[in-house]
C-alpha cells in the first residue's frame, strides 16, 4: 500500500535514447510534482500539476516533457538523454502543503 | 517563498535531544514552517509544520519563536535512525502553486 510510488527504481541508459519514469499516488491528492536531486544532492522542482493541469514548470529542457492522464499518475518522459541528466528524480504529491515522496528513481546515462 | 537559513552540518549523541535551528527571517504572515528529513538515498519524508504555535507530533516538537523569524526542530531522544538532512522551508499551506524550495538542509550525524 505504498502511498507515492515510482518506477524503475533505477535506469541505466545510453545517450541519446528516450525514456520514461512513471509515478502514481493513492492518497486522493490533487497535486503531484517531480524534483531533481544531482550529484550534489540539491532537491531542484521540475514540474507540478494541479489536478492533470501544468501549473510550475522550472526552466527545464523541453527535452523533459511531463504527462498527467489522471490525477493519481504523472509521468516524466525525457527525449535524447544527456550525461547532465544523471541524477535521482523524485515524484512528489501534496494536500493542503503536506508533501508525500516517491523512494525515488535513480538514472544513469552512459 | 521565503528564504531559510540552516547550519551545514550538527551531531548529536544518541539518546539526548537534538536541536536544529532555522532562521527564516523573511517570512510572510501567511507562511508556514515546514520541516523535512532525508535520509540517505530515501525520499523526503514530512515531519513536522506550524504556523504560530509549538507543535509536537509522535516525531519531533517545533518551537517557533513569537516574531515567526526563526524556530527549532527538536527530536527528543535521538537514535542512530535520525541520521539525515534535515530541510527547513517556509512556504503557503494551501496553495497549489506554492512549491517547496529546498535549502541546503542540516546534516545531522548521531553519535553512538
Known amino acids: 500500500d505504498t502511498a507515492v510510488s515510482q518506477t524503475p527504481k533505477y535506469l541505466v541508459t545510453q545517450m541519446g535514447n528516450d525514456k520514461s519514469i512513471k509515478c502514481e499516488q493513492n492518497?486522493?491528492?490533487?497535486?503531484m510534482y517531480w524534483y531533481k536531486q544531482d550529484s550534489k544532492k540539491f532537491l531542484k522542482i521540475m514540474f507540478s500539476?494541479?489536478?492533470?493541469?501544468?501549473?510550475i514548470n522550472e526552466t527545464v529542457p523541453n527535452r523533459f516533457s511531463p504527462k498527467s492522464p489522471d490525477k493519481a499518475h504523472l509521468n516524466l518522459h525525457i527525449n535524447s538523454l544527456e550525461l547532465g541528466d544523471s541524477a535521482v528524480y523524485f515524484c512528489?504529491?501534496?494536500?493542503?502543503?503536506?508533501?508525500?515522496f516517491g523512494s525515488g528513481t535513480r538514472l544513469t546515462v552512459v | 517563498d521565503a528564504k531559510t537559513t540552516q547550519p551545514p552540518s550538527m551531531d548529536c549523541a544518541e539518546g539526548r535531544a537534538a536541536n536544529l535551528p532555522c532562521n527564516h527571517s523573511?517570512?510572510?504572515?501567511?507562511?508556514?514552517v515546514y520541516w523535512y528529513r532525508q535520509i540517505h538515498s530515501q525520499g523526503p519524508q514530512y515531519i513536522i509544520h506550524?504556523?504560530?504555535n509549538n507543535e509536537t507530533n509522535e516525531m519531533a516538537s517545533l518551537i517557533i519563536t513569537e516574531d515567526r523569524k526563526s524556530s527549532t526542530l527538536i527530536l527528543p531522544h535521538a537514535t542512530l535512525r535520525d541520521t539525515a538532512v534535515y530541510y527547513c522551508i517556509v512556504r503557503v499551506a494551501d496553495s497549489s502553486a506554492s512549491k517547496i524550495i529546498f535549502g541546503s538542509g542540516t546534516r545531522l550525524s548521531i553519535r553512538p
Open positions: 523573511t517570512i510572510s504572515g501567511n507562511e508556514y
Open positions: 506550524g504556523l504560530k
Open positions: 500539476y494541479n489536478n492533470k493541469e501544468l501549473i
Open positions: 492518497l486522493g491528492h490533487d497535486t
Open positions: 512528489a504529491s501534496s494536500h493542503l502543503g503536506s508533501y508525500t
